[in-house]
C-alpha cells in the first residue's frame, strides 16, 4: 500500500514537472500557513528486550539468576504487551501505525532565480505504542509501553522551484510527547518508577508542492521522525515482605533496576499538505 502511494504520488510530480519545465518559475517569497494529514508507521525495534541491573551500578547488563543459579528470564521477551504470566501465551501486538494531523506555519525566500530556502514550525498528532514485554520463571509478566502522542518540529527547507511546482528537502529539531508506563503481574516485589517526559530528536524528509492559484498551494510529503526516549526505568524492591532470596535482591538488596534496550522511537510518515500563501 505504502509502494502504491509513492509510486503514484512520484507519477504525479514528475506529470506536473513535465508539463511545467518550460514555464516561468511562480513567486514563492513569503509567509504561509497550513495543514497536512496522512499515514504515520512506527518502525520496530527488531529485537528489543529489557535490561536489567542486579548490583545497581548503572550498567543494565546482567542476568537475574535465581538462588539456585539458574537464569530467571530464560523464557524471554517478546514486543507488544503480555497476554498472560507466561511465555507461551505471547504478546498483544503494538498499535504502530496511525492517521497523523497537524498544523504548520512558515516562510520561504526565492534566490538566484528558482532556488528556494525557508523554515517551517508544525504541530501534529498521532497514537503510536510500543511496549516490549520479559517473562520469567515464576511465572511472571513485565511489560514497558510507552506511547507518542504528538510532535514539534523546527526544520529548514530548501528546494528548486519550476513553473507553479516545488520539490524540496527538509530537516530540522523534533520533540515528541511521550507516555510511559510499566505493568507486571508480580505481586511479590514493589516497583518504583523513575524518569520520563518527553522524547527529543531530529526529522528528515522530501517534499513537492504545487500551486494551483497563487495563495493555495497542494503538495505531498514524507517525513522520517527519530526521537530518543532512554529515561524511563524501574527498581524491583523489597515491598516490606520480600524474601532475601528473591532473585532481584540476591545481588544487592536495594533491588534490581529495570531498563529497556531500545532507546529510539522512529517514525515514517506519509502526508498530504495544504498551505495559504500570503
Not at 35 to 55: K, L, P, Q, V
Not at 71 to 85: D, R
Not at 150 to 167: I, P
Request: charged share 15%; hydrophobic share 40%.
Amino acid at each position: 500500500m505504502k509502494t502504491l502511494l509513492l509510486a503514484t504520488a512520484t507519477a504525479a510530480a514528475l506529470t506536473l514537472a513535465a508539463g511545467a519545465a518550460n514555464a516561468q518559475s511562480a513567486n514563492w517569497t513569503g509567509f504561509y500557513v497550513g495543514a497536512m494529514a496522512g499515514y504515520a508507521d512506527r518502525t520496530e525495534n527488531s529485537g528489543e528486550t529489557i535490561g536489567f541491573d542486579t548490583n545497581l551500578d548503572g550498567k543494565y547488563g546482567d542476568t537475574v539468576n535465581t538462588a539456585a543459579g539458574a537464569n530467571a528470564f530464560s523464557p524471554g521477551f517478546c514486543g507488544g504487551s503480555f497476554k498472560s504470566n507466561n511465555a507461551g501465551g505471547g504478546c498483544n501486538k503494538d498499535d504502530d501505525t496511525d492517521i497523523e494531523i497537524g498544523i504548520r506555519a512558515g516562510a520561504d525566500y526565492q534566490f538566484a532565480g528558482d532556488w528556494v530556502v525557508g523554515a517551517v514550525v508544525e504541530y501534529s498528532q498521532l497514537q503510536l505504542s510500543d511496549g516490549v514485554t520479559a517473562f520469567s520463571t515464576t511465572p511472571a509478566a513485565y511489560n514497558f509501553t510507552r506511547k507518542l502522542r504528538d510532535v514539534f518540529a523546527v526544520r529548514a527547507r530548501g528546494g528548486y522551484a519550476f513553473g507553479d511546482n516545488l520539490v524540496y528537502a527538509t530537516g530540522g529539531y523534533a520533540q515528541g510527547t511521550v507516555r510511559h508506563s510499566f505493568r507486571t503481574t508480580n505481586t511479590v516485589n514493589a516497583f518504583p518508577a523513575s524518569g520520563g517526559g518527553d522524547a527529543k530528536g531530529y526529522q528528515l524528509g522530501l517534499g513537492f508542492e504545487h500551486k494551483f492559484t497563487p495563495h493555495i498551494v497542494l503538495g505531498g510529503e514524507f517525513i522520517r521522525t527519530s526521537l530518543k526516549d532512554d529515561d524511563f526505568g524501574v527498581r524491583a524492591t523489597n515491598n516490606g515482605t520480600t524474601a532475601a532470596t528473591n532473585p532481584f535482591l540476591l545481588v544487592n538488596s536495594g533491588g534490581t533496576g529495570f531498563l529497556r534496550t531500545a532507546d529510539h522511537i522512529r517514525v515514517n510518515s506519509f502526508r498530504v499538505t495544504a498551505a495559504y500563501r500570503f
